[in-house]
Nanobody, 126 residues
């Protein structure tokens, strides 16, 4: 089993920045891909960014150039640096982890992924 705990959410003004963290514990050796999803009120969950154990990254078109996903293996922690935030970035951000990366699995809401955090709320508003 793998446990994921997100932190770093909060209220920020448009144009501001936040950094989300996802701390992983447990059977981490089984994980080869991690990512961030978000779910806005009344909308379906969507993939924001993902990173593989080899360092490959994928981003949603809506966040390219503004968000950066990264990992610190020594700390077993994944990050999402979010810059130039917009009101449409508002939502609950979830950390997810899985033994493999596959675009079809990850891009379609991540419903087949093995591990999830509880989520952290990001609100972008003036």
């Amino acid at each position: 089993q793998v446990q994921l705990v997100e932190s770093g959410g909060g209220l920020v003004q448009p144009g501001g920045s936040l950094r989300l963290s996802c701390a992983a514990s447990g059977s981490i050796f089984s994980i080869h891909a991690m990512g961030w999803y978000r779910q806005a009120p009344g909308k379906q969950r969507e993939l924001v960014a993902a990173i593989t154990s080899g360092g490959s990254t994928n981003y949603a078109d809506s966040v390219k150039g503004r968000f950066t996903i990264s990992g610190d293996n020594a700390k077993n922690t994944m990050y999402l640096q979010m810059n130039s935030l917009k009101p449409e970035d508002t939502g609950v951000y979830y950390c997810a982890a899985h033994p493999s990366w596959g675009y079809n699995t990850w891009a379609t809401g991540g419903y087949g992924l093995d591990y999830w955090g509880e989520g952290t709320l990001v609100t972008v508003s003036s």
